[in-house]
């Protein structure tokens, strides 16, 4: 059985936003980020719609998590996000003292762990592979359409 707060289930959230990137013609990639099991930031890449390269789900869950905390730290918090963060997004994610980063695809080209996995706070816990299919499909179908 599902539990209500597992990574599953946050995980499925995040891919809510990811598709919803997608139906708005952008990199199906999304975020939310959780703290004390409680959402309290959802965002999906807009970068073409806000015309801005650093507009990744991750980066706009950021600064709405923050907001909603009213503080710049998130290191009660879990990012969940349905591709391997970049290495922006996870120097950024070092300046919020993230409690933990959770993600589905990983990114071979663009990702983090490519670089260097000393680019998140020496505290955040990784995960990975949490709807790893799902979340690796939905790339493919749109880059497909694209090309197509």
């Known amino acids: 059985m599902l539990s ?62 923050t907001d909603f905390l009213g503080g710049k730290y998130l290191n009660e918090c879990t990012l969940y996000v349905t591709l391997e963060p970049c290495v922006m997004c996870a120097g950024a994610s070092y300046w919020t003292q993230l409690k933990k980063v959770v993600y589905g695809a990983s990114d071979d080209k663009r990702g983090f762990a490519k670089h260097s996995e000393n680019l998140l706070h020496t505290k955040t816990e990784i995960s990975k592979g949490i709807l790893e299919e799902e979340s690796s499909t939905i790339l493919k179908d749109f880059f497909a359409k694209k090309r197509g």
Do not use: W, Y
Not at 20 to 28: G, I, L, R, T
Not at 55 to 64: D, G, I, K, Q, V
């Open 4 to 65: 209500v707060f597992s990574d599953e289930h946050f995980m499925k959230e995040a891919f809510k936003e990811a598709q919803k990137a997608f139906d708005e013609d952008e990199v199906p990639v999304g975020a939310v980020i959780v703290c004390n099991n409680k959402i309290i930031a959802r965002a999906h890449n807009m970068t073409e719609r806000l015309n801005d390269v650093t507009a990744h789900a991750e980066m706009l869950a950021f600064t709405s998590a």
